[in-house]
């Protein structure tokens, strides 16, 4: 009889958190197709949060933070780009490239002071920094006279940012 009545609680235990989590998890979901749906590129915007396991248990503030991390990575591929494509680039494209270097090392600056301003309680200065991304981004594409050979890393970087930006507006 205790053996039976252990067993049930057993199964009964197993099966709360099975449900609890399953819940947790659709409410993790839902908050991240909920936030992205009100962003430029909501797809992208999934597709981004839903890489980071964190998003699932995160509020609109912890969302715009794991955005400002898309755009340090982001930034950091890009600054790898550019230290091997000054091995290859044209010399008359290495200006161009120099300064897209200097914005993507601005990038990484911003994005972190975005994350500390979500941090601090100032989402107004989030959008700014999100939004200064997106220029950086379009400086380093309109650097180059004819194809930026960064075109790739400077689209990502400005739908990433207008995201960020979107979420942090939420936060205003």
Do not use: W
């Amino acid at each position: 009889m205790l053996k039976s009545l252990a067993l049930f609680i057993l199964i009964l235990c197993t099966t709360l958190v099975v449900t609890h989590s399953r819940v947790i998890q659709a409410s993790g979901t839902n908050i991240v197709q909920q936030i992205c749906s009100k962003t430029p590129n909501p797809a992208l915007c999934i597709q981004y949060l839903n890489a980071d396991p964190k998003s699932s248990t995160s509020d609109v503030k912890g969302l715009a933070q794991i955005m400002f991390n898309v755009l340090k990575s982001k930034a950091s591929i890009a600054i790898d780009k550019i230290i091997k494509l000054t091995i290859t680039i044209p010399p008359k494209q290495k200006e161009a490239l120099l300064y897209c270097s200097i914005d993507y090392t601005s990038v990484l600056i911003e994005a972190s002071q975005g994350t500390q301003a979500l941090q601090n309680g100032d989402p107004s200065f989030a959008v700014d920094n999100a939004n200064y991304v997106t220029s950086e981004a379009n400086g380093c594409e309109n650097g180059f006279s004819g194809k930026s050979p960064l075109t790739v890393e400077n689209n990502l970087m400005r739908d990433a940012s207008t995201i960020t930006s979107a979420i942090c507006k939420l936060l205003l």
